[in-house]
């Protein structure tokens, strides 16, 4: 039953501890649009998406107005563009990054996800080529992401998947150097990569999901920071029932804002994505989540420790407040999103190789980091191929957003603006690992992957 006391604690939430909706992201099956001919596949892409999205960002807007709650970003996935461009006799899929773009802004929203590829096994034709055009479509397009699935705990690691991406990153870098290499702020490689995601830049639409959905990603570092100031000095079972009590809460305004969009757009509720994703404003972080419970600062041991202890405490929340929980859900920790996390990285607290730790336990992987320009690609690679041998071993999803900011180095930042935010430009190894990547081929999955 709402009472007075629950009404004003999430107005509360939402005035002052930055409690939102990160996004509302409408799931779009374009398998329907392949042809043999690229114009015609890419016209019905268009019209696809631009009739069924219409009313995304105004139903969103509604909703924030009539229940109060802030929906940060209106977004669409689309099915990976591999799987329908491949159809074509098209030699460059740019020309499909620029219609997604063209159909994006035609509705109103922030981002749309999909220029994607999964190639945990092997290249198919259409793989290869949207591989290649990546850097020319995120350098010629303003709301396009992409992602790329380089392995599974099923099938082990695409190693020559590995080694391209590292070259497309830098060749990507490179093509957006204007714009302290923005493009690679929208380029992420999966390991484990799951077909509901709501979250940029990973987002697509899997092939085994709806004709069309409604996937929602929620928010609240902030809440459950407050929440923890309230029992400072209790012992870690009342900081697990604590988080597991105030991520309820959180995902509750998620689950109602889910089924009411899917109500309003006449398309099924998908899930709800649990994740707590920071922002660059103060008072929004994970970071300052760990350091509440009791570390002098993100980074500093125990903190990966504490990363496990919030993140499981999130799920169990977050999972009886929703009668669909998916995505990737949990806690996120990408560096020039988190104000935490770029200032522990500015007093020297937090580094690349503590962050990888982080990501053993954590929602995703090393995300949002800035590293130097002139960082080889074979070291960009190998960085991908130890994340992507976390997830596959421990059989969850984990990711690489690496930016090597074309033309800075240590000492520098890096300014993306937006959700994006900025970052101190971060040490790399300085020894090679370009053998180690020069042997091609693939990493066998674990044998704990034969469960049949």
């Known amino acids: 039953m709402i009472n007075n006391r629950n009404i004003m604690e999430t107005i509360n939430m939402i005035d002052k501890e930055n409690l939102d909706i990160r996004t509302i992201t409408m799931g779009i099956s374009l398998l329907d649009c392949c042809d043999s001919d690229g114009k015609k596949s890419r016209d019905k892409i268009y019209e696809k998406i631009t009739r069924l999205a219409k009313n995304l960002v105004k139903v969103g807007e509604q909703i924030e107005t009539e229940y109060g709650i802030p929906i940060i970003h209106k977004r669409i996935s ?25 159909a994006a802004k035609a509705v109103g929203v922030n981002f749309i996800g999909g220029f994607s590829a999964l190639v945990q096994k092997g290249y198919s034709k259409g793989d290869r080529i949207l591989i290649d055009s990546i850097p020319e479509a995120l350098a010629c397009t303003d709301l396009v992401c992409s992602s790329v699935n380089i392995g599974t705990s099923k099938t082990g690691i695409n190693m020559d998947a590995v080694a391209h991406m590292g070259k497309i990153i830098k060749q990507t870098a490179f093509l957006t150097r204007e714009s302290d290499s923005i493009g690679c702020a929208k380029l992420v490689v999966f390991a484990n990569a799951v077909d509901d995601n709501p979250f940029m830049a990973g987002a697509f639409h899997g092939v085994g999901e709806a004709e069309c959905i409604i996937n929602v990603g929620v928010s609240g570092p902030g809440v459950v920071k407050s929440a923890l100031e309230n029992v400072r000095g209790e012992n870690f079972n009342v900081l697990a029932e604590t988080i597991k009590k105030t991520a309820f809460k959180i995902t509750r305004a998620g689950q109602l804002v889910a089924t009411e969009a899917a109500r309003r757009l006449n398309v099924p509720f998908g899930i709800v994505d649990l994740s707590l994703a920071p922002t660059p404003a103060v008072g929004d972080s994970v970071a300052r989540i760990l350091e509440e419970m009791g570390l002098e600062a993100c980074g500093c041991h125990g903190t990966t420790a504490a990363l496990a202890m919030l993140n499981d405490a999130v799920k169990k929340g977050g999972i009886m407040a929703s009668s669909n929980v998916g995505g990737l859900s949990g806690a996120f920790i990408p560096v020039s999103e988190d104000e935490g996390m770029i200032h522990a990285v500015e007093i020297g607290a937090l580094n ?40 596959v071993i421990n059989n969850k999803t984990t990711a690489v957003r690496l930016i090597p900011v074309y033309g800075k180095g240590l000492g520098d930042r890096a300014t993306f603006g937006g ?31 034969f469960k049949n």
């Open 78 to 102: 689309v099915t990976p563009i591999s799987l329908i461009a491949q159809s074509s006799s098209d030699t460059s899929y740019v020309e499909y990054a620029k219609i997604l773009d063209k």
């Open 352 to 391: 690349i190789e503590k962050l990888e730790a982080m990501t053993c336990v954590c929602s995703v992987g090393l995300d949002m980091i800035a590293i130097p320009g002139d960082t080889p690609e074979s070291t960009i690679s190998a960085i991908i191929a130890d994340e992507a041998a976390i997830g």
């Open 419 to 449: 959700l994006l935010g900025e970052a101190p430009i971060m040490a790399v190894s300085k020894f090679s690992s370009i053998d180690f990547i020069n042997r091609g081929g693939s990493i066998p999955a674990p044998i704990h992957s």
